[in-house]
Nanobody, 124 residues
Framework: QVQLVETGGGLVQAGGSLRLSCAAS????????MGWFRQAPGKEREFVAA????????YYADSVKGRFTISRDNAKNTVYLQMNSLKPDDTAVYYC?????????????????WGQGTQVTVSS
């Protein structure tokens, strides 16, 4: 089992920044991918970004490219999502996800474990 705990959500004005963190614990292995997804009210969960264990591969949704940056610190088993130039459309619950393997997949069904989510609200 892998446990994921997200922190860093909150309320921010449009154009502002937030950094989300996700700490993993339990049966983590070096061959893994961590990702971020989000779900707005009334919408399906959507992919945001993913990063492989070595950080040699990152993958972003078109809607966040150039504004969000995913990174990780393996010594801390933590993945980060730096979100800049936030827009009201970025308002959602953000979920951290973990999968075994090396492919930075954008499909939620490929991830084995999920965090409880953290709310991000961007006001206009």
């Amino acid at each position: 089992q892998v446990q994921l705990v997200e922190t860093g959500g909150g309320l921010v004005q449009a154009g502002g920044s937030l950094r989300l963190s996700c700490a993993a614990s339990g049966r983590t292995f070096s061959n893994n991918v961590m990702g971020w997804f989000r779900q707005a009210p009334g919408k399906e969960r959507e992919f945001v970004a993913a990063i492989n264990w070595s950080a040699s591969s990152t993958y972003y949704a078109d809607s966040v490219k150039g504004r969000f940056t995913i990174s990780r610190d393996n010594a801390k088993n933590t993945v980060y999502l730096q979100m800049n130039s936030l827009k009201p459309d970025d308002t959602a619950v953000y979920y951290c996800a973990y999968r075994y393997g090396s492919a930075t997949d954008y499909s939620a069904s490929m991830y084995n474990y999920w965090g409880q989510g953290t709310q991000v609200t961007v006001s206009s």
